[in-house]
């Protein structure tokens, strides 16, 4: 069995205590008189089993408030030393603040009941106005050190509790912090690669056709459609870089992407897959329709965008459509192209213009559906169709 280490303030407490007793007791300095045990000697016993206990207040708070009880006891048969009561209202005030929670709810009300039930016996006793200062006396020692240490436990434990509640909110605003930059860098790449991806997969389809025929012609043509598209990227590019830049108040706001910019969209993409066998054609069913959110303009616009490069990379000759309808409070934008194998030269892909685009819808709660499918006929094309929800935005803005 090991005892537990006493903590050195309180060995330091402990020691000062039983020095002032002895040296109170080497005086004579007694507090009472006549007592059980008048030897001189007795008084030393309670003191220093009260010493004892105090060097035991902070690591077995409930032992040295037996051993206290005890010694304060036992002194009331000896001529008491004052060092021995002073030394018990600490420790009954350690009880209460290093104890358990139980302990520290129990002993005020204990020492409240001692206090009274003191008080009455000594009035039966004595019958007498003595027995209240003793009432007064016994709840000083006890009561006032128990409700002393409550209050100071108390207030440590709503400290602790606000010490906890902002760590916890640090860790909280940490978090979202962490969060709105993982969205900010997500938002970002998609922006980056919606608005940059077109030009350069035409520049890479076309820089192949140039390279693998030996067409003065078609060569001009292609290096055409490169310097427009390396243009046009470079453009987007300072655009973006002008939104990240904090460049103050004075910086015009940039031009959000609207579906007003389908037909140049459109027109755009037909000059760059004119090489590849693809036509392009767009059925916008919501020209005389009300206006739409800005989140939502922008979400069909890159969709829309996304799909015609895919389409330029991947799709078989034939028509690319894209279709726009606005009904049961959603915006409806569907873009099919041919699904086959094409010849000629093929842009790579990584599959991260697709996670863009559920993205953006996910972010409207919208829904996409994006795949092979079979059309009448039994030819297949490849189908993009994006819903978004008008009706939720709108009411969010309003």
């Known amino acids: ?25 080497s005086y004579g300095l007694y ?56 030394m018990f209202t600490d420790v009954v005030y350690a009880a209460v603040v290093y104890g358990t929670p139980a302990q520290a709810r129990r002993i005020p009300y204990t020492t409240a009941l001692v206090t009274v039930a003191t008080t009455v ?25 128990a409700i002393t240490g409550s209050i100071v436990r108390n207030h440590r434990e709503a400290a602790e509790a606000a010490r906890l509640r902002a760590e916890q909110t640090a860790l909280l605003a940490e978090m979202d912090r962490s969060q709105a930059v993982v969205a900010e860098r997500a938002r970002m790449a998609r922006e980056l690669h919606d608005v940059v991806a077109n030009h350069l997969s035409a520049i890479a389809i076309h ?12 060569t001009r043509q292609a290096l055409t459609v490169i310097r427009e598209n390396s243009v046009a990227g470079l453009a987007e590019m300072r655009r973006l870089i002008g939104l990240l830049r904090d ?23 037909r000059t760059n897959g004119s090489g590849s066998g693809l036509r392009f054609a767009l059925d916008d069913a919501r020209r005389d329709g009300p206006g739409l959110p800005a989140p939502v303009e922008l979400a069909a616009y890159r969709i829309v965008q996304e799909a015609l490069t895919n389409a330029l990379k991947h799709a078989a000759p034939g028509e690319v459509r894209v279709a726009l309808a606005r009904a049961d409070g959603a915006l409806r934008v569907t873009v ?27 972010l409207l709660d919208g ?6 499918v079979a059309e ?21 803005r309003a």
């Open 1 to 25: 069995m090991t005892f537990p280490r006493p903590h050195r303030h309180d060995v330091l407490i402990a020691f000062a205590g039983l020095s002032v007793g002895v040296l109170l007791w």
């Open 31 to 86: 507090t009472t008189g006549d007592r059980l045990l008048d030897q001189r000697w007795a008084a030393l016993v309670p003191l220093t089993v009260m010493a004892g206990a105090e060097a035991l207040r902070r690591v077995a708070p409930q032992t040295a408030l037996v051993l206290g009880t005890l010694a304060i006891v036992g002194d009331q048969f000896t001529n008491g030393n004052l060092a021995t009561v002073l």
């Open 121 to 145: 016996a000594f009035l039966v006793w004595w019958q007498n106005a003595i027995a209240l200062l003793v009432g007064v006396i016994t709840g000083m020692i006890s009561f006032l050190p």
């Open 207 to 218: 820089s192949t056709a140039a390279l693998s025929l030996d067409d003065p012609g078609t």
């Open 247 to 269: 460049s103050g108040a004075e910086t015009e706001p940039a031009a959000t992407a609207t579906l007003a910019g389908l037909d140049a969209l459109v027109a755009q993409a």
């Open 336 to 362: 099919t192209s041919p699904y086959g194998e094409r010849p000629g030269p093929r842009a790579p892909g990584s599959g991260a213009g697709l996670v863009g685009m559920r993205e953006r819808v996910a």
């Open 367 to 372: 829904s996409l559906e994006a795949g092979p």
């Open 376 to 396: 009448g006929g039994g030819a297949r094309v490849w189908r993009v169709r994006a819903e978004l929800p008008v009706g939720a935005v709108e009411e969010e």
